[in-house]
T-cell receptor, first 116, second 110 residues
């Protein structure tokens, strides 16, 4: 079974520029998550999708971050404009079930973003 | 607010020297406690899920245990390939969000 795919793996941009990350979850997984992991910290949830809909985006900085999940499969996370403090690894995760059961989240390799 | 504290921040062991990592948590009703392993430049890799106090799970040289306030990851006779950062996360009742600790960076020296 193929794992969670993410691209690009690395991105370097200037502050105030925009950037987008792509994620393809494990086939058949209904739930998709985007996390931000700052160096030396654990991952922090940004947004959670169940199929096409947003379940939780309470920690997403909506003035600059946006995310979408088209057709309930692939997802993109965008930052516009980027700030220095956005430098981090952006992790995508997916899980099979969407309700009532503790469900294992499987992570992709992440995209390392450096904002100069 | 859910909180997870992991200790120590870093641990250096000789090959074969057993030890334990600690994860203390505060959560309003525990749905599950998760252990992940993260290698440099990679995403977290799932190890275990524990659901209730007294539960234990094992995988190769790793054994995870759970009490009402903390979880331990015991590493028996570690090898250099066990070197990684070990992350603990909790999921509260009524939520699907994982709250992670900062991790313990384990180095196993040959």
């Amino acid at each position: 079974e193929a794992g969670v795919a993410q691209s690009p793996r690395y991105k370097i941009i200037e502050k105030r520029q925009s950037v987008a990350f792509w994620c393809n979850p494990i086939s058949g997984h209904a739930t998709l998550y985007w996390y931000q992991q700052i160096l030396g910290q654990g991952p922090k949830l940004l947004i959670q999708f169940q199929n096409n809909g947003v379940v939780d985006d309470s920690q997403l900085p909506k003035d600059r971050f946006s995310a979408e999940r088209l057709k309930g499969v692939d997802s993109t996370l965008k930052i516009q404009p980027a700030k220095l403090e956005d430098s981090a690894v952006y992790l995508c995760a997916s899980s099979r079930l969407s309700g009532g059961v503790t469900d294992t989240q499987y992570f992709g390799p992440g995209t390392r973003l450096t904002v100069l | 607010e859910d909180q997870v504290t992991q200790s120590p921040e870093a641990l250096r062991l000789q090959e074969g020297e057993s030890s334990s990592l600690n994860c203390s948590y505060t959560v309003s009703g525990l749905r599950g406690l998760f252990w992940y392993r993260q290698d440099p430049g990679k995403g977290p890799e799932f190890l275990f899920t524990l659901y209730s106090a007294g539960e234990e799970k094992e995988k190769e040289r790793l054994k995870a245990t759970l009490t009402k306030k903390e979880s331990f990851l015991h590493i028996t006779a570690p090898k250099p390939e066990d070197s990684a950062t070990y992350l603990c996360a909790v999921q509260a009742a009524g939520s699907y969000q994982l709250t992670f600790g900062k991790g313990t960076k384990l180095s196993v020296i040959p």
